[in-house]
């Protein structure tokens, strides 16, 4: 795993973005996982400003978000599909067709998941994925106690999500307590992974995540299982890991060699 640790929110937005960039330029059509939220926004921002700058071209890249709520359509303004629209597809040079949400008005919702997982497969499956962590250390909406192979599916919400998330809403009576979502088998399969943190209350998460035991009570800690995940944490977020000085270590190295160490 490599953890890279800066200053500012900022610092590491435009890193998570520059290494996005690198894996689009490497494979123009690139399957990208993505997240909502309000960690990956800076991301974003720095995505369209190189999209803008004519630095990178989404033309030919498809990408797959995490998750959606279960009951509102993708024009309701809380909806992931409307807020990946407003917050990135909308300003980049992306074919929309090729940007795949989960559909949050499926009656069958179980054949729509196995439709989604379908898709995945025959994109040929996710190159990269962008995700944030929740501040009970979850990825996607894998609540803790998701099975480590768990697939789309629908899941229930927990309690503090619904009040971590109720902010977007009006009141908390409004969040819905349903979502579909990928499960952590299905992201474990993406060929890579990049998690964006910041922020004091993310710092317990983060800690459990990459220096905790691995169990189904923190999904993100999952991560410890995959083979190519970077870490891009503010300090804030990083502010409980015991191992700083390693990880400082390590990216003095990556430096000394111009490459990445996993
Ligand atoms: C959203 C998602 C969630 C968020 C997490 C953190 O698609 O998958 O797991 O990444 O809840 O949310 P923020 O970034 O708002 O703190």
Known sequence: MRVIIRKTYEEISKEAANLVKSR??????????????????????????????????FKRVK???????????????????????????????????????????????????RYYENQIKKAGGIDLQVLGIGSDGHIAFNEPGSSLSSRTRLVALDAQTIEDNSRFFQDKSQVPRFALSMGVGTILEAKEIILVANGKNKAYAIAQAIEGPVTSLISASALQMHQRVTFFLDEQAASELKRVNYYKFVEEAEKKIGKEIF
Request: proline share 5%.
């Open 24 to 57: 689009i330029e490497k494979k123009p059509d690139l399957v990208l996982g993505l997240a909502t939220g309000s960690t990956p926004l800076g991301l974003y921002k720095e995505l369209i400003r190189m999209n803008k700058e004519n630095l990178i071209s």
């Open 63 to 113: 990408t797959f978000n995490l998750d959606e709520y279960y009951g509102l359509s993708g024009d309701h303004p809380q909806s992931y599909r409307y807020f990946m629209n407003t917050n990135l597809f909308d300003h980049i040079d992306i074919d929309k067709s090729n940007t795949m949400v989960p559909d949050g008005t499926a009656e069958d919702w179980e054949e729509f998941c």
